[in-house]
Nanobody, 118 residues
């Protein structure tokens, strides 16, 4: 059974950094895409970043460009989201997603809370 397991969330002060990890098990990812989304109570899930597994092409929402970096480690089947210069508005539950293409996600992790104190 394929699973995505996130880790790395927590509480950080504004301006600080966190790195989220998403470990995937149960399949190979030669033609796949992985993404990070976030959600705050009362709002829909927001796209944050994505990466194509084979080429490593990356995509970001404008609000995180220059602050967040998505990357993948093929050997570990793991995707990372390095978050720098965090702001209070980055506070959310962050979800990892995977699927057959960018924007076509059919697998989701359980989410990890990120809280940025101002």
């Amino acid at each position: 059974q394929v699973q995505l397991v996130e880790s790395g969330g927590g509480l950080v002060q504004a301006g600080g950094s966190l790195r989220l990890s998403c470990a995937a098990s149960g399949r190979t990812f030669s033609s796949y895409a992985m993404g990070w989304f976030r959600q705050v109570p009362g709002k829909g899930r927001e796209f944050v970043a994505a990466i194509s597994w084979s080429a490593g092409t990356t995509y970001y929402v404008d609000s995180v460009k220059g602050r967040f970096t998505i990357s993948r480690d093929k050997a570990k089947n793991t995707v990372y989201l390095q978050m720098n210069s965090l702001k209070a508005e980055d506070t959310a539950v962050y979800y990892c997603a995977g699927g057959p293409g960018i924007g076509a996600y059919d697998l989701w992790g359980q989410g990890t809370q990120v809280t940025v104190s101002s």
